[in-house]
């Protein structure tokens, strides 16, 4: 065991992993992370807690992940390069392991002219293969990045943020491969729409037999409206086939329909080999998870 | 070269509203061939500056003068008979230019007339694209050739982010993302396996981020 995780646990115990994203108060106030809390207990194996995203404020990932764990929630939180300077990025590894964070998943970050602070100066100290490694030196060698020794290691159980719907396709699984050897323990995609071609991506890993090496978890994206879907469709990163869109269209009821398409891209993946488990993305929405868990065949977790 | 694009009109009438004897100070290097302080933009602006004065009733008279390069004091010297005549100066050369003249005559105010963009290069007539941040610890025998700081927009160096689609970068879908030109042209020379090791941390002390540069060459010291 690398860390104290009990995600790792059900990982090293065969299980699929269930994850959901939790969404995040964009102000000084604990009380709609609760509620989203309170729709997921038990329910889940462990809350994805976003940094930032969509390069937007919103509250301090660390503080939103110890309010969880308070609470009960197992957590993955999410460490972009996009914000921190290697200063930054350790001590907050260290502040989250010693406040008993145990899961990070590494990213990149979305571009901050990509949201609503353009103005803003970049950082990129680091790249994530990059972040992964100080992660996994500060860990496993107890070294700064720097070289000076840690006193006390964080135990952390690593994660890299992948992309099979980004280019080049080809390119993606040494990019894995490099996240890998640099030390990730796990991997979360981005939202899987595309069977197709996530299939091949997949094959692509197999080849190179990452998916033995470590556990993949696909991020799921129930869709509520055409809207949404379509903003998707267009967002950087993202495959989404229009034969969903038109699904959608057709529906009466798009929520209900969006939560069936994703139940079937729940059923599909996990018969995929090495997908390990899935990463729910409801943010917001988090009263469609159990209907989710219902529709993709999830085990619930209670 | 260096790049600049010319400051709006309108920003640089209100910045020398208050005089009426101008010197517009050209630029004989990078910013004339890109079309932005030259001898022939610094005469554009004079005459625009002075219709736009006439129509607001106002007077202004305008000298101009352009030098080989306005970075460096003996070019910047030429300057100082007409300097002497006027109340002010727009420099129209790049941030470095600007700074020299300020330096060169203290007691004249400087306006910059253009904004300075970067060190690239003119792809093609009319368009002009960044090549070159000055990290001061080049890798460009690494990368195919291809600046990873200067034309990835998170100045990555293991790889393509998550965004990159279609050979389009996440940040700008009309922007070319580097890391796919790095691939494809690796991938040319046979030379893949290059992108499979791991780039560490780098130092970017050599570059901005490690405060005011200055280069030193004692062998060329008098």
Not at chain 1, 201 to 224: D, F, S, T
Not at chain 2, 58 to 74: D, I, P
Not at chain 2, 95 to 116: H, I, M, R, S, W
Request: hydrophobic residues 40%; charged residues 25%; neutral net charge.
């Amino acid at each position: 065991m690398k860390a104290n995780s009990g995600m790792e646990k059900l990982l090293a115990k065969e299980e699929f992993v269930v994850i959901a994203s939790i969404g995040i108060p964009r102000g000084a106030d604990l009380k709609p992370l609760e509620e989203g809390y309170k729709l997921l207990e038990n329910k889940v194996d462990a809350f994805y807690i976003p940094d930032n995203p969509g390069a937007n404020v919103h509250l301090l990932g660390l503080a939103a992940a110890v309010h969880l764990q308070k609470l009960g929630g197992e957590t993955v939180l999410e460490l972009n390069c996009r914000d921190r300077n290697r200063i930054a990025m350790q001590s907050y590894i260290l502040g989250a392991a010693a406040l008993g964070v145990t899961n990070l998943l590494c990213s990149t970050g979305d571009h901050q002219t990509l949201g609503n602070f353009r103005g803003t100066k970049r950082v990129y100290d680091m790249d994530m293969v990059q972040a992964i490694q100080v992660l996994k030196g500060m860990r496993d060698e107890k070294k700064f990045s720097n070289g000076e020794e840690v006193p006390q290691p964080p135990s952390i159980f690593i994660g890299a943020e992948v992309n099979p719907f980004a280019d080049p396709f080809e390119f993606r699984a040494t990019l894995m491969a490099k996240k890998v050897e640099a030390g990730a323990n796990f991997v979360q995609t981005r939202g899987v729409f595309d069977l197709e071609r996530f299939g091949q991506w997949m094959e692509l890993l197999r080849q190179q037999e990452l998916h033995q090496k470590v556990p993949i978890l696909a991020g799921i994206i129930p869709l509520v409206s055409v809207e949404q879907a379509k903003d998707l469709q267009q967002a950087p990163g993202m495959m989404l086939p229009d034969s969903i869109i038109e699904r959608l269209e057709s529906s009466d009821k798009p929520e209900e329909e969006g939560i069936k398409i994703a139940g079937e891209i729940i059923a599909q993946v996990k018969k995929i080999e090495g997908v390990r488990g899935v990463v729910l993305h409801a943010d917001g929405v988090e009263r469609l998870v159990p209907n989710l868990i219902k529709q993709g065949g999830l085990s619930s977790k209670a | 070269m260096i790049t600049a694009v010319r400051k709006p009109l309108k920003e640089i009438l209100e910045m020398v509203a208050p005089y009426d004897k101008i010197l517009i100070t050209g630029c004989g290097t990078c910013v004339t061939i890109d079309y932005s302080g030259g001898a022939k933009e610094a005469a554009i602006l004079a005459t625009q500056l002075r219709m736009a004065q006439r129509l607001a009733g106002k007077k202004l008279e305008t000298l101009e003068q352009t030098v080989e390069r306005q970075c460096e004091w003996e070019f910047v010297r030429e300057f100082t008979d007409k300097v002497a005549d006027c109340q002010t100066i727009i420099s129209m050369a790049c941030g470095a230019g600007v700074q020299t003249v300020a330096e060169a005559f203290p007691d004249k105010l400087v306006f910059p007339g253009v904004n300075t963009r970067f060190i690239g290069m003119p792809q093609k007539q009319g368009l002009w694209e960044e090549r070159c941040i000055c990290c001061g610890n080049c890798v460009l025998h690494l990368t195919g050739g291809l600046c990873p700081f200067a034309r990835c927009a998170k100045t990555l160096l293991n790889g393509p982010c998550e965004g990159s689609q279609d050979g389009k970068c996440e940040v700008n879908r009309e922007r070319e993302c580097v890391w796919q030109q790095i691939y494809d042209r690796l991938k040319e020379r046979g030379r893949l396996a290059d992108l499979q090791k791991i780039f560490p941390l780098r130092d970017w002390s050599t570059g901005e981020d490690g405060g005011y540069r200055k280069t030193v060459r004692e062998d060329m010291m008098l």
